[in-house]
Each structure stands twice: as structure tokens, then as C-alpha cells.
């Protein structure tokens, strides 16, 4: 690729800016170090999509110069300059060196990335950009308070997860027919007239030196392979199988290499045929399989999964787990809303464009009706309501298979009991002894017994 017309761009700025910095042959590997995390801070802080450093350019002239500076061949303590920085730049740093004849002069571009999540700090010092001169952060404190703000608000949605692509490149990584489709978006005939359409939802976004990125929404909604996206290949839904009832014996194991969006009803076919089942005769004649757990139940719980886990957390990405009797959907994050008010609670959405997206191709609602449908269709299979389970850095729901009231444990009972409080408060409704026993498939001579959940369950309800 070459960085001709980005440098064309640069050197057309009037001034040198607080996101790029020109120099002719100095390379020092520690100052190149606090460039680093200076210009990513900088480029944060300004909102600009990258920050640069070009060698070979004058200062103030703009004039090509050619540098001697060969980023291929530098060292620092015997270790290539590249190895030498990365262990020296906090996490989250993201840099890459490109180097290019131009008008028969060397021209050496330093690409970087803005800081994400926390500052970038070169040797455990974070550096800022303040005019044309490098500073330390920590002698700026109103600057740096800015900075925190925008990193805490960093939108991961709309940050690059593959760049430098022409246009006939980016849609090739992409499912843009599923788009079209899924959306109910009529697909224009050229590619450019398609292209509109990816930028107003943020699928595509165009650089400085007018190639094009594909966003980690883009990648993560409509990728044709998340695997080749290296911000977001992590985040593909495993499905996994295991033997009996723990985790010691894996039967099957499939990685969703596909965009949510685009992939989604294959998600759903995979789990569900994993799924125990059994046939049903229709009208004495046709059959149809039935699973041992509600498919709407199933659609949302992996539709809020994808939807609201944290796409921040690194080394992790949502799963479901099928065991005998109970699956688990797990992801990222802890929930925004308390697990208590799942039901009846005002919905809150972590990732704003993909929750928008996700309604738009009829996959869930933004309106908190999820949870809803989850315990409605629970309840038309009497299973015992969905458990949630908040870890520090993940939360897990638990559907349980089918099991007669005697088989459940008393936290089942009065979860059920609670959920089912919940469901009826939101349809205007309230809890009674009759509601519960259709509930739980229990019968009329079951009145005693159930008086008796609900007093205890009372407690809970009413906190």
C-alpha cells in the first residue's frame, strides 16, 4: 500500500499540528518512544483517528528531504526498534512504521494509533502534545482530566478494526449483501452508491488519505470472517458441548467466524441442534421437533449476550455452553442494570450502534421487553426462570431444563416465584397464588403449598 497520497495530505497542511510531527534524521529510540505516547494521547484528546510521525519531511518548509532513517535496520541496546519500543509502551499501544521512495528521496511515515481504554505511557510516563512541543501529561492536569473524560466515553464501536483498504478491499471483507438484506435496504447497483450507505451507519469510515476503514461495528455485524480482523477475532460466539453435566469432557466445539448480524440465524440453527428434542405429530400427519428449550428464549438470550457485553474486556468473548440439563450463555462485562431489575427495570444499553442495528434487522428490541419474552417463554415450557450470575468481569444466565417442582432447589422456587412477581408488575398484573401454580404446572390442591413460596418469597419481592 502505498502512503503517497497520506503524505501528499500532510505536508499540504498549512502548519504542523498538534497530530503530526515532521523530521528529517532524528531517530533517537526513546524520543521516538514519547512521540508515541504523546501523538496517541494527542490524537485522543484532538479525536482524530490516527497520529503521525513522518521522517524525510522539513519542519517548516514541508519540503520532501529524504531521511537516512531506515526503521527496518535501527536498533536500540542491539534490539530492532520496533521489538525495543512495544516492551516499553504500555498495553494498547498500536504503531507501525512504512517507508517509501518519493520523488526519489526516502520518506518514512510512523502511524498511530489513539489511545484506547487508558493513557499510553512510554517507561511509565504518559506524554501529551501541548503546540509543537512534547510535555508530560501529568504537568497539565486540566488536560489530562479532559483526556480521562474522552478515554472513559471512548466509543470502541466506531474505532478502526482494519484500515488502509480501498474501497473494492473493504467490501470484500464484508457481508454487505446481509446488510442490505437484513435491513430492508433496497442494494444499489455500484459499489459506490453502496458505500453510502455503509458510512451513515458507521460500517465503513474514511481515512485521512482517503482509503477507507473497516469499524469494529462493521467488522463484528457484517465481517465474512471476524478472523480476519485482529481487534476483534476474540469476540466471535463459541458454541460449546461438553459431556454430562461439568466441563471435564468436551463433545463439540464450533467458533462463529461470522459478523452477528449476518451470522445470526446460523447461531441459532447450531445451538439448536445440539439441543435434545423430540417429534410431535401435527394434525396426525406432519412432525416436528420440539426442543427441550424455548427457541424465543434462546434468540434473546443470545441477542443480549452479543448485544450488551463489554467489547473493552480483552481475552474474552461470549459463549454458550450446552451441559446435560442447562445451558449457559455467557459475556464479557458486568450488567449496567442490577440483576434484580432485569424485568421491570428501565432498559440500558452498553453499545448504542450495535443495539440500533440489531433492532433494525428485527433481532431484538431496544425497548427491555427481552427479559420478558426470556420468562414468558420459560414459562410456557416450566422451566424454572433463567439464573443470572454477575462475575467481576463477566455475567452468565443459566437455562435450566424442565424439572417438576419437587426436583427444584428452594433458590429455583423462589427465583421463579420473584421473576414471575416481576413479569406480572410490568402487564399490569400482580402475583397470586393461582398465577404462580400455572407458573410452575402445580395443581389446585398445591394452594397451601404455594401460600407458603410466596410468604417466604415475599421478602425479596418486595425489597
Known amino acids: 500500500m502505498s502512503i503517497e497520497p497520506l503524505i501528499r495530505e500532510l505536508v499540504a497542511l498549512p502548519v504542523e499540528t498538534d497530530w503530526v510531527e515532521f523530521k528529517h534524521n532524528n531517530s533517537d529510540p526513546k524520543e521516538i518512544g514519547e512521540y508515541i505516547s504523546a501523538l496517541a494521547n494527542t490524537a485522543t484528546l484532538r479525536v482524530k483517528g490516527k497520529a503521525y510521525v513522518v521522517w524525510g519531511i522539513d519542519d517548516e518548509t514541508h519540503d520532501l528531504l529524504g531521511t537516512k532513517f531506515d526503521p527496518a535496520r535501527a536498533k536500540a541496546n542491539n534490539t530492532e526498534i520496533d521489538t525495543w519500543l512495544r516492551k516499553r509502551l504500555s498495553d494498547y499501544a498500536g504503531f507501525r512504521f512504512f517507508s517509501e521512495d518519493i520523488e526519489g528521496k526516502r520518506i518514512v511515515l510512523l502511524e498511530i494509533d489513539p489511545a484506547q481504554?487508558?493513557?499510553v505511557q512510554f517507561e511509565h510516563n504518559a506524554w501529551l502534545r501541548v503546540g509543537t512541543y512534547k510535555?508530560?501529561?501529568?504537568?497539565?492536569?486540566?488536560?489530562e482530566a479532559e483526556l480521562w473524560k474522552k478515554l472513559n466515553n471512548a466509543n470502541f464501536e466506531v474505532q478502526p478494526a482494519k484500515s488502509e483498504l480501498t474501497m473494492r478491499e473493504a467490501f470484500k471483507l464484508l457481508d454487505y449483501v446481509s446488510y442490505f438484506d437484513l435491513l430492508g435496504i433496497e442494494q444499489p447497483e455500484s459499489q459506490s452508491q453502496m458505500l453510502h450507505y455503509l458510512m451513515e451507519d458507521e460500517i465503513i469510515t474514511k481515512q485521512d488519505n482517503a482509503l477507507f476503514s473497516i469499524t469494529n461495528l462493521g467488522a463484528l455485524l457484517f465481517g465474512k470472517k471476524l478472523s480476519g480482523f485482529n481487534r476483534v477475532w476474540r469476540k466471535a460466539l463459541r458454541i460449546v458441548q461438553y459431556k454430562g453435566v461439568s466441563r471435564a469432557e468436551g463433545v463439540r466445539e464450533e467458533v462463529m467466524d461470522r459478523g452477528y448480524i449476518s451470522g445470526f440465524e446460523e447461531f441459532i440453527r447450531i445451538i439448536e441442534s445440539i439441543l435434545p428434542s423430540r417429534e410431535e405429530l401435527v394434525n396426525g400427519a406432519k412432525q416436528v421437533a420440539i426442543t427441550a428449550?424455548?427457541?424465543?428464549?434462546?434468540?434473546?438470550l443470545v441477542a443480549n449476550q452479543l448485544e450488551h457485553q463489554d467489547l473493552t474486556e480483552t481475552g474474552s468473548g461470549p459463549m454458550v455452553e450446552i451441559f446435560d440439563g442447562r445451558i449457559e450463555f455467557t459475556n464479557p462485562g458486568t450488567p449496567l442494570v442490577d440483576t434484580n431489575r432485569f424485568i421491570d427495570g428501565p432498559p440500558k444499553t452498553r453499545n448504542?450502534?450495535?443495539?440500533?442495528?440489531?433492532r433494525r434487522a428485527d433481532i431484538s428490541e431496544e425497548r427491555g421487553s427481552g427479559w420478558d419474552k426470556i420468562e414468558m417463554s420459560c414459562g410456557d415450557y416450566y422451566l424454572p426462570a433463567p439464573r443470572i450470575t454477575e462475575y467481576p468481569y463477566a455475567t452468565r444466565v443459566t437455562m435450566t431444563d424442565h424439572k417438576a417442582y419437587k426436583d427444584m432447589s428452594i433458590e429455583e422456587r423462589l427465583w421463579t416465584c420473584y421473576i414471575h412477581a416481576c413479569l406480572q408488575q410490568t402487564v399490569g398484573k400482580h402475583l397470586s397464588n393461582t398465577s404462580l401454580r400455572e407458573r410452575l404446572d402445580l395443581p389446585e390442591s398445591s394452594k397451601a403449598m404455594t401460600s407458603r413460596l410466596i410468604k417466604k418469597a415475599v421478602p425479596n419481592i418486595v425489597a
Request: charged content about 35%; proline content about 7%; cysteine-free.
Open 117 to 119: 481504554v487508558a493513557t
Open 135 to 143: 510535555k508530560k501529561l501529568k504537568d497539565f492536569p486540566a488536560l
Open 293 to 300: 428449550y424455548p427457541d424465543t428464549g434462546i434468540r434473546e
Open 352 to 358: 448504542e450502534k450495535i443495539a440500533a442495528l440489531f
